[in-house]
Nanobody, 125 residues
Framework: QVQLVESGGGLVQAGGSLRLSCAASGRTFSTYDVGWFRQAPGKEREFVAA????????YYADSVKDRFTISRDNAKNTVYLQMNSLKPEDTAAYYC??????????????????WGQGTQVTVSS
């Protein structure tokens, strides 16, 4: 069982940066792949980025590639999402999710077993 808590959201102007954190409980967190998703009002939850259990591989949605960076510190049971050059269309609730490590990348909601409660990111124009 893994419990996830996101933090770091807030209000930022377009072009600014934020760093989200996803803190996990559980001694085996280092064996889990972790993904970030986001959901804007009236829209489906969409994939943003994912990182493998070791941190050695990362995967991004095209919409955030070259602007967002996912990383993890397994010693601290924490995954980060550094968001730069933010745009108003990045406004959404951001969620982290975890699953036992698998060979293939997971970019669908159903591929993840554990979810945090979300943190709101608002980008003003």
């Amino acid at each position: 069982q893994v419990q996830l808590v996101e933090s770091g959201g807030g209000l930022v102007q377009a072009g600014g940066s934020l760093r989200l954190s996803c803190a996990a409980s559980g001694r085996t967190f280092s064996t889990y792949d972790v993904g970030w998703f986001r959901q804007a009002p009236g829209k489906e939850r969409e994939f943003v980025a994912a990182i493998s259990w070791s941190g050695g591989s990362t995967y991004y949605a095209d919409s955030v590639k070259d602007r967002f960076t996912i990383s993890r510190d397994n010693a601290k049971n924490t995954v980060y999402l550094q968001m730069n050059s933010l745009k108003p269309e990045d406004t959404a609730a951001y969620y982290c999710a975890a699953r036992q490590a698998r060979p293939a990348w997971g970019s669908r909601r159903y591929e993840y077993d554990y979810w945090g409660q979300g943190t709101q990111v608002t980008v003003s124009s």
